[in-house]
């Protein structure tokens, strides 16, 4: 847990509406349990609120990230929050401010990443998407491309699973404003398929 003595120097950085509270690893070499401390940090009522925080070290020629959801959950992969921890790197004067490529790793994969304007434009190479299901995971022995999904309400939808270092489940619609998204999330998300 974080101690109310413990002083840490971070950032909060947006990128398409997530927010990312980033550090140095560094500033919290003293702090034990980081899966607390991002319970703590991201809370939205009584912590500063973020959707993950984002520690960075540097690991030879690139830079190494640990990443937790908001519940203290190790993130995967998320290509805001890498977008976000480019142009941390560049406020942080770690990385010059010019026009060029910065390389990630995130839990054993390099993601490359395409800076400029000072890092306020940053494009992630996300790599190619896996469809295998045990690597998203899911309990199938095949991949499920553009095939029905059965949702515990009666509702069938067509979906896409796979994972590009986290798992997606891929919905396409024609109107997204007529899609109840807070309603099918969760059904979703608990899916007995994940």
Do not use: W, Y
């Not at 140095?24 to 009584?46: K, N, P, Q, T």
């Not at 469809?131 to 309990?139: A, K, N, V």
């Amino acid at each position: 847990m974080i101690r109310s003595e413990a002083t840490v120097r971070m950032r909060k950085l947006e990128g398409c509406g997530n927010s990312f509270l980033i550090s140095r690893r560094e500033e919290f070499s003293g702090i034990g349990g980081l899966a607390d401390a991002a319970r703590v940090l991201c809370d939205r009522s009584f912590g500063i609120g973020s959707d993950g925080l984002i520690l960075v070290a540097k690991k030879g020629p690139e830079f190494g990230l640990e990443m937790f959801n908001p519940d203290g959950s190790r993130m995967l992969m998320c290509g805001n929050g890498s977008r976000c921890v480019c142009r941390f790197l560049v406020l942080e004067g770690l990385v010059p401010a010019l026009d060029g490529a910065i390389d990630l790793e995130i839990c054993g994969r390099r993601v490359n990443c395409l800076i400029s304007e000072a890092g306020r434009q940053v494009k992630v190479n996300m790599g190619r998407p896996s469809f295998d299901p045990e690597s998203i995971p899911m309990r199938r022995a095949t991949s499920l491309i553009s095939d029905k999904l059965a949702l515990d309400s009666g509702e069938e939808l067509t979906a896409t699973v796979l994972s590009i270092g986290n798992p997606h489940c891929v919905i396409f619609c024609e109107d997204l404003t007529a899609v109840p998204v807070e309603r099918l999330g969760p059904l979703l998300c608990g899916h007995k398929l994940f």
